[in-house]
């Protein structure tokens, strides 16, 4: 099985499983216990993305605890 990848619990955004900080934000509050995701490819066309404030493309966790 591959490592679970961890979810910024600032932003939302999934990162790899071995990273010590947010790809995105640069917060180290990185956790493995999140639940579903939406990849944004054109956050400036997406409803979704103007909602969860993303302004860049990625797969960003739905619910973070």
Do not use: F
């Not at 990848?5 to 010590?20: F, G, I, K, M, T």
């Not at 579903?36 to 860049?56: F, K, L, Q, R, W």
Request: glycine letters at 4%; aromatic letters at 8%.
């Amino acid at each position: 099985m591959a490592d679970p990848r961890l979810a910024c619990r600032e932003c939302h955004y999934v990162n790899d499983p071995d990273s010590q900080s947010c790809d995105y934000c640069g917060s180290s509050s990185l956790t493995e216990d999140w639940a579903g995701y939406v990849i944004i490819n054109h956050p400036e066309e997406s409803d979704v993305a103007d909602e969860m404030e993303v302004t860049e493309p990625g797969s960003y966790a739905l619910k973070v605890r």
